[in-house]
């Protein structure tokens, strides 16, 4: 192990990590202390932004939700999954989505890999009432889409609520 596989590249910033030599990439020990030094990258500079653990983060599968056609339309990417891989419910106001991602082979032989497996859940609060019983859901090239319309009890735009002064203004003698 030379002095550079100690030092903590930023992984992130689009500076390539220098490449390992064969022999010790082999090296179990040396592929541990990249893999923590990899996962302390991904966390802390994952503050003020978007974590990401090997491109799975604390926020995976990442989202967009945005309001569309007189409802919401939530889109969830979720590659090598299948749609029979993933739950979706609405209640109270919250959409959850929850799955799991298995393992294509079940050997431990693995030399090396990148892929993380297991299961996931994402929450997400509604920013408007919707109709659950309408709501559709449609999975294609690995992108979950779910349109919620919009219930008939929303009300289109919010109300301005007037501030005013509550402290009573005193004047200097």
Do not use: C
């Given at each position: 192990?030379?002095?550079?596989?100690?030092?903590?590249?930023?992984?992130?910033?689009?500076?390539?990590?220098?490449?390992?030599?064969?022999?010790e990439?082999?090296?179990?020990?040396?592929?541990l202390?990249?893999?923590v030094?990899?996962?302390?990258?991904?966390?802390?500079?994952?503050f003020?932004?978007?974590?990401?653990?090997?491109?799975?983060?604390?926020?995976w599968?990442?989202?967009?939700?945005v309001?569309a056609?007189?409802g919401?339309?939530?889109?969830?990417?979720?590659?090598?999954?299948?749609e029979?891989?993933?739950?979706?419910?609405?209640?109270?106001?919250?959409?959850?989505l929850r799955?799991e991602?298995?393992?294509e082979?079940?050997?431990?032989?693995?030399?090396?890999?990148?892929?993380?497996?297991?299961?996931f859940?994402r929450?997400?609060?509604?920013?408007?009432?919707?109709?659950?019983?309408?709501?559709?859901?449609t999975?294609?090239?690995?992108?979950?889409?779910?349109?919620?319309?919009?219930?008939?009890?929303?009300?289109d735009?919010?109300?301005?609520?007037?501030?005013?002064?509550?402290?009573?203004?005193?004047?200097?003698?």
């Open positions: 192990m030379s002095v550079r596989d100690l030092i903590p590249w930023p992984r992130n910033a689009g500076t390539p990590a220098p490449t390992a030599l064969s022999s990439a082999a090296h179990p020990f040396l592929t202390h990249r893999e030094n990899r996962l302390f990258d991904d966390v802390f500079t994952g003020g932004s978007v974590p990401s653990l090997a491109g799975r983060g604390l926020t599968p990442t989202v967009e939700l309001e056609d007189g919401l339309r939530l889109a969830a990417e979720l590659p090598g999954l299948d029979t891989d993933v739950e979706l419910l609405i209640e109270d106001g919250v959409l959850t799955g991602k298995r393992a082979t079940a050997d431990r032989a693995r030399g090396y890999s990148e892929r993380s497996y297991g299961r859940e929450v997400i609060a509604l920013p408007v009432p919707v109709e659950a019983d309408k709501a559709e859901a999975f294609r090239s690995g992108v979950l889409t779910v349109t919620l319309p919009r219930s008939a009890k929303a009300p735009r919010g109300r301005r609520i007037a501030i005013n002064g509550g402290g009573t203004q005193t004047t200097a003698h």
